[in-house]
């Protein structure tokens, strides 16, 4: 039987990396495509570029805390952010659905203005598209990025260290299942919304106390889990998180123990992850809590050089087990 594709070949988990690997890092690979970052940093006159790609299919369309149109602009702002570039400018291209209402457009097209004042990139170039009803499901965006990386700032997830922290800049899982409760139609009280936000002036005044930063990453799709095992991959490290460490908001971790749900692989849009030198974890924790977007930043665990590409979560209980990459497909479609 030949194979397909499946939604969980989307899901950023295991299926997602085997189709990376397999159908395009094999036929295309290149020494900037081979560090499988969130952006290629390109070698120009006077310094480097950070470059970025990404499309957002996201559905619903508009959600508590966002839409598909902030999402677009905070998804490429942090993957350049997190590759150590300062976002400068950003292209934006629709496919739109025939029979989309004018007004969603023009309210989706506020928000991306809103989020790119407060990114403070621009938006230089453009494209859109029309297709048939019945086959973009209303919207769907494509955005790349251009941002200029910070003379002496390296970081990759191939630069972790063995006595690195790691540093979370906030509760988990809040953006998947903000669309998992609107998607379902689940009511729930609480302060149930998407994390979606742009990060750069947050990183900006990390790099600022620690330009010795080893590697960030946001950690959407597929969760933390997943970002944590790709790093340790990356680097051949290992990793011990503790589970008491993790912030989970208290309605997030309510509807993940209704659902039998794991927050550690829901996708997050607002967030962070940091490796660090341990001595620097003090002053970035204090940068970072005085941000709205770091507030509740922890350091969440250490990387070791035992079990080299794994990841170790210490229970509550003194117990350890494998926290594995996501294998399934929790929630397709969620950015």
């Given at each position: ?23 395009f890092?094999?036929?295309?690979d ?42 677009a ?7 350049l ?6 976002p ?11 029979g ?10 506020d ?11 621009a938006?230089?170039?453009?494209d859109?598209?029309v ?10 965006i ?19 260290r063995?006595g ?36 750069n002036a947050?990183?900006?005044d990390?790099l ?20 944590l095992?790709?790093?340790?991959a990356q680097?051949?490290?290992?990793m ?15 509807l ?14 607002g ?12 002053s970035?924790l ?38 594995a ?8 479609r969620?950015?």
């Amino acid at each position: 039987m030949e194979e397909r594709i499946l939604m969980a070949h989307g899901s950023g988990g295991k299926l997602s990396h085997e189709l990376i690997t397999q159908c395009f890092a094999s036929k295309l690979d290149n020494q900037w495509l081979s560090r499988m970052d969130d952006a290629a940093v390109i070698d120009c006159a006077g310094g480097q570029l950070a470059f970025t790609t990404d499309s957002y299919v996201v559905t619903p369309l508009f959600f508590p805390g966002g839409d598909i149109g902030k999402l677009a602009v905070c998804g490429t702002v942090n993957d350049l952010a997190v590759s150590g570039a300062v976002p400068q400018y950003l292209s934006l291209s629709f496919i739109l659905e025939e029979g989309l209402l004018i007004a969603d457009l023009e309210r989706v097209i506020d928000s991306i203005q809103r989020t790119a004042a407060e990114a403070n990139v621009a938006i230089v170039t453009g494209d859109t598209k029309v297709v048939p009803h019945g086959k973009a499901d209303g919207i769907f965006i494509n955005t790349s990025g251009i941002g200029r990386v910070l003379p002496d700032i390296k970081v990759s997830g191939s630069n972790v260290r063995a006595g690195d922290a790691i540093i979370i800049s906030g509760n988990v899982g809040d953006h998947g299942m903000t669309i998992m409760a609107q998607r379902e139609g689940l009511r729930f009280d609480g302060d149930l919304a998407s994390d979606c936000a742009p990060l750069n002036a947050l990183i900006a005044d990390m790099l600022d106390v620690c330009p010795q930063m080893h590697c960030m990453r946001d950690p959407t799709r597929g969760g933390v889990a997943t970002t944590l095992n790709e790093i340790a991959a990356q680097s051949g490290v290992g990793m011990l998180i503790g589970d008491d460490t993790i912030p989970v908001r208290p309605s997030v971790r309510a509807l993940c123990d209704m659902l039998g749900l794991d927050p550690l692989y829901v996708a997050n849009e607002g967030k962070l992850l940091a490796f660090a030198p341990a001595d620097a974890a003090e002053s970035l924790l204090g940068v970072m809590h005085a941000s709205k977007y770091g507030r509740d930043a922890a350091v969440i665990g250490t990387v070791t050089a035992d079990n080299p590409g794994q990841v170790v979560l210490r229970t509550k209980l003194g117990t350890s087990r494998i926290l594995a990459m996501l294998a399934g497909d929790i929630l397709p479609r969620i950015c």
